[in-house]
T-cell receptor
Framework: DAGVTQSPTHLIKTRGQQVTLRCSPK?????VSWYQQALGQGPQFIFQ???????QRGNFPDRFSGHQFPNYSSELNVNALLLGDSALYLC?????????????FGSGTRLTVV | SQKIEQNSEALNIQEGKTATLTCNYT??????LQWYRQDPGRGPVFLLL?????KEKRKERLKVTFDTTLKQSLFHITASQPADSATYLC????????FGQGTELSVKP
């Protein structure tokens, strides 16, 4: 059973550019959350999608946007990239009912903005 | 604002000893508290979840306690092994996960 799949694994972008990261959730999971993790820090919640709608959002600017598709996969878009956006971006999937099984994380996309 | 803190310094212990990691939080009443393990360059891996009405939870060599009065959780690894070396993350859950900064554990043979 495949877990959470993220693509690409690594990405280098220039300041001001736009980037799209992709996530396929674990089979049977219907909720996708995105996190940003800076080096040496814990993951920071960006937003969560359920039934193709943004259900919750963390303290991130509107440059960060997302989408969930009918097959539960998701995209994270970041516009007007800043150097400070360099981080590991993690996707986590879960079941809305049955969160007692925890969240399943992908291995992340390492984004470097130069 | 909600705040969650873990042991700020790395924890170095000898193989076979018990590792104890601390997680303290303020301004929050989580429904669940979760612990994750993270290896370098990888995503966090779920280990254990404890509910607000539970005092203790065990899974093999792992034990978690949850004191909602003290707003603290302790995470124990008994009979530690070098393979247990990783960063351990505490997370509060109330519809989303709020993570601590993690504690790096190193188990020496």
């Amino acid at each position: 059973d495949a877990g959470v799949t993220q693509s690409p694994t690594h990405l280098i972008k220039t300041r001001g550019q736009q980037v799209t990261l992709r996530c396929s959730p674990k089979s049977g999971h219907d909720t996708v959350s995105w996190y940003q993790q800076a080096l040496g820090q814990g993951p920071q919640f960006i937003f969560q999608y359920y039934e193709e709608e943004e259900r919750q959002r963390g303290n991130f600017p509107d440059r960060f946007s997302g989408h969930q598709f009918p097959n539960y996969s998701s995209e994270l878009n970041v516009n007007a990239l800043l150097l400070g956006d360099s981080a590991l971006y993690l996707c986590a999937s879960s079941m809305t009912k049955g969160r007692s099984n925890g969240y399943t994380f992908g291995s992340g996309t390492r984004l470097t903005v130069v | 604002s909600q705040k969650i803190e873990q042991n700020s310094e790395a924890l170095n212990i000898q193989e076979g000893k018990t590792a104890t990691l601390t997680c303290n939080y303020t301004n929050y009443s989580p429904a669940y508290l979760q612990w994750y393990r993270q290896d370098p360059g990888r995503g966090p891996v779920f280990l254990l979840l404890i509910r607000e009405n539970e005092k203790e939870k065990r899974k093999e060599r792992l034990k978690v306690t949850f004191d909602t009065t003290l707003k603290q959780s302790l995470f124990h690894i008994t009979a530690s092994q070098p393979a247990d070396s990783a960063t351990y993350l505490c997370a509060l859950e109330g519809g989303k996960l709020i993570f601590g900064q993690g504690t790096e554990l190193s188990v020496k043979p």
